[in-house]
């Protein structure tokens, strides 16, 4: 058995279960969670390390071969995902040590993060559309609790909202799973692949059921991904919980999503991407300017953030999108273009991955010293923590896409793939989401940091900032390890660009995915195509 795979789902259910069991421990509990994640960061190193090197990797669980069995399946954009979250995880765990307080610990605080962890990497790496929907309600559970960890009100009201429109994504999702099955006779994923080929080739005429269930999958995944118009669950849920969870949610439940549909959308319906990628594209332009405009008008830390992660998700659905002018056009520049679009989209989602949680890491320092997040109450920042100042500057100027940071390779990459491909109206939107998204980084900036401090700032009361010091610089060091990312990011960005380019080509040409699941003898597909040619 190829450990490698699995064991990024296995290490944090086992340790999981361990935290449970230390349960009036909670100085045990902190350090069994930071241990397991600095594992998982290994685990997951390992296993890009071996996808890069021998290529994509599967795991057959149960005795049966696909697609009968239980698949998993590594390729480059899965490992890069599960490395990256392992990473973050890790960050969060430390800053949480500190940022979480002992009464939202004895709730089972560490344990529930690293069942979402296993939630992420399990959708990150399952093979099988069900166990995708298994993995999808492990994540929504362990996030539910996670963010009404304290029952307040605010946390409460923001949970109902989460947890009710994630639900009907998930009843839209096993719909469309039972939908899908019925007409195919599989759930595994590359035998979906093989399945809708030839569908295409031998039954035309159910081709439209296939597009609607396209769109389906595109609700269920939109709602996960917080895409435009079925995000108004993130703006109100995500400023609610500890700045932890909500680092670790602004990390990894929209990206879930996201990468769900680009693996759908790239290994399953290929069938009509005139219709449904163009769909994606569309939007993606909407979801940059609803997101950009929210949070142009919003004035308390976390809700600016949280309105753009709406936005940043219209870059990340922008590559996909660009697949639609392959319904158009078949030449070398158009297939290298789209290619280009992906890795920009691989690229954007590893970039926000790291950018945006730290943001919001760096808000609950904010809020830990100012008694608050509304930026008219906050002043002083440049000053008092010069070091906090940088690491907000190097985040912020990095989501806005200033170079030479990530987000300017990221968004100078799908700028490039559009205009090749002469989609110039989602190009304008894109550039004009990133000047307004500068003119909020720099609202924060001139509001938090560079005013003087409020003559009614609790930052005068020296009680105050005794407790607040305390355990302060224990945040800071994760902030800064992921600045330091960000900016070696930005330094590595032509073999980051790369790996991201391999990383597209596996995904648009799925015969290596494909090749890598070991199919028994007889597969649905087989079995029809054989009867067909009969």
């Known amino acids: 058995m190829n450990w490698l795979i699995i064991s990024p789902i296995l290490l944090p259910l086992v340790l999981a279960c361990i935290m449970l069991l230390l349960w009036r421990h909670p100085v045990w509990q902190r350090w069994t969670a930071l241990g397991g994640m600095v594992a998982l960061v ?3 190193a390992g296993l ?3 996808v890069y090197v021998h290529g994509v990797q599967s795991e057959q669980l149960a005795g049966y071969g696909a697609p009968f069995g239980i698949t998993f ?5 899965s490992s ?3 490395l990256a979250s392992a990473i973050l995880g890790t960050a969060v765990t430390v800053y949480s040590m500190t940022n979480i307080e002992n009464r939202r610990e004895s709730f089972g605080y560490y344990p529930l993060l690293h069942l979402l962890l296993l939630g992420v990497c399990g959708a990150f790496l399952t093979g099988d559309v069900f166990n995708l929907f298994v993995f999808f309600e492990i994540m929504l559970m362990a996030s539910f609790v996670l963010l009404t960890l304290g029952g307040e009100r605010g946390q409460m009201e923001g949970a109902i909202k989460y947890v009710t429109l994630n639900l009907i994504s998930s009843a839209i999702f096993l719909a469309a799973v039972g939908i899908l099955y019925g007409m195919t006779g599989t759930l595994n994923m590359a035998d979906l692949s093989n399945q809708v080929v030839w ?7 159910e081709l439209p059921l296939l597009t609607i269930l396209a769109m389906m999958f595109l609700i269920a995944f939109g709602v996960k991904a917080a895409m435009f118009p079925l995000f108004f669950w993130l703006p109100a849920s995500y400023h609610t919980p500890p700045p932890a969870v909500s680092a670790i949610f602004a990390a990894l439940l929209t990206k879930v999503g996201v990468y769900s549909m680009a693996r759908f959308f790239t290994l399953i319906f290929t069938h009509d991407v005139g219709t449904t990628h163009m769909i994606i594209l569309v939007l993606a332009g909407f979801g940059m300017i609803c997101g950009v405009l929210g949070a142009a008008a919003q004035n308390e830390f976390r809700r600016i953030l949280a309105f ?3 936005s940043q998700i219209g870059y990340m659905l ?3 999108g660009l697949i639609v002018m392959l319904a158009h056009r078949d030449d070398e520049i158009a297939h290298h273009a789209v290619q280009m679009g992906l890795a920009g989209t691989i690229i954007f989602v590893v970039h926000h991955l790291f950018v945006k949680p730290n943001l919001f890491l760096v808000s609950g320092v904010v809020e830990r010293i100012g008694g608050t997040g509304e930026l008219k109450k906050l002043g002083g920042f440049y000053k008092t923590e010069p070091l906090l100042a940088i690491m907000f500057l190097i985040s912020a100027l990095s989501l806005a896409g200033i170079p030479p940071l990530s987000g300017f390779w990221a968004k100078y990459i799908l700028v490039l793939a559009g205009l090749q491909l002469e989609q110039y109206f989602i190009v304008f939107i894109a550039l004009l989401t990133g000047l307004l998204t500068l003119y909020s980084m720099v609202k924060i900036w001139a509001a938090a940091f560079w ?4 003559d009614d700032s609790p930052v005068h009361n020296a009680a105050h900032m005794a407790h607040a010091k305390h355990g302060i610089r224990r945040m800071i060091y994760p902030i800064a390890v992921i600045a330091v990312i960000i900016v070696l990011f930005g330094v590595f960005a032509g073999p980051i660009f790369d790996v991201a380019m391999e990383a597209a080509a596996q995904m648009l040409d799925p015969s290596a995915y494909i090749e890598a699941v070991q199919f028994e003898e007889f597969s649905p597909t087989l079995g029809r195509g054989e009867e067909a040619d009969s």
């Open 80 to 82: 890069i995902m599960v």
């Open 451 to 454: 005013t003087d401090v409020p």
């Open 73 to 77: 399946v590594a390729d480059l954009f």
């Open 48 to 50: 890009f390390g071996v």
């Open 308 to 310: 753009h992660s709406v």
């Open 42 to 44: 290994g685990c997951g």
């Open 318 to 320: 922008m590559g996909i």
């Open 199 to 205: 569908i295409a080739e031998n039954r035309p005429e």
